[in-house]
């Protein structure tokens, strides 16, 4: 099996700084893109950020030159620094990473794994 397990969310006031982590585990033969989306109460899942094996980065045009994404590939894990926080970042955020790996006697190629959620708060 493979899992997501994410740390670093909480609370903060606007203006200040959070760094979200993500590290994947389990049976993984390698990981594609990884990267971090969230979603707001009564709004859809939407992207922040993600990093493709070969280097390339996409960030959501509401954080662009606020946030940072960088991965740790010996480590497998997809850090998140989070500067100039606005009260509108108040979301769930989401780890998704790309992965292939094999358990159970099943192929699973490039296929989409999520983390549970970590809550980020920006207050007024």
């Known amino acids: 099996q493979v899992q997501l397990v994410e740390s670093g969310g909480g609370l903060v006031q606007a203006g200040g700084s959070l760094r979200l982590s993500c590290t994947a585990s389990g049976s993984i033969e390698s990981i594609n893109a990884m990267g971090w989306y969230r979603q707001a109460p009564g709004k859809r899942r939407e992207l922040v950020a993600t990093?493709?094996?070969?280097?390339?980065?996409y960030y959501g045009d509401s954080v662009k030159g606020r946030v940072t994404i960088s991965r740790d590939n010996a480590k497998n894990t997809v850090y998140l620094q989070m500067n100039s926080l606005k009260p509108e970042d108040t979301a769930v955020y989401y780890c998704?990473?790309?992965?292939?790996?094999?358990?159970?006697?099943?192929?699973?190629?490039?296929?989409?794994?999520w983390g549970q959620g970590t809550q980020v708060t920006v207050s007024s």
């Open positions: 990093e493709t094996s070969d280097g390339s980065t």
């Open positions: 998704n990473a790309v992965i292939t790996a094999t358990y159970g006697g099943t192929h699973y190629h490039d296929y989409d794994y």
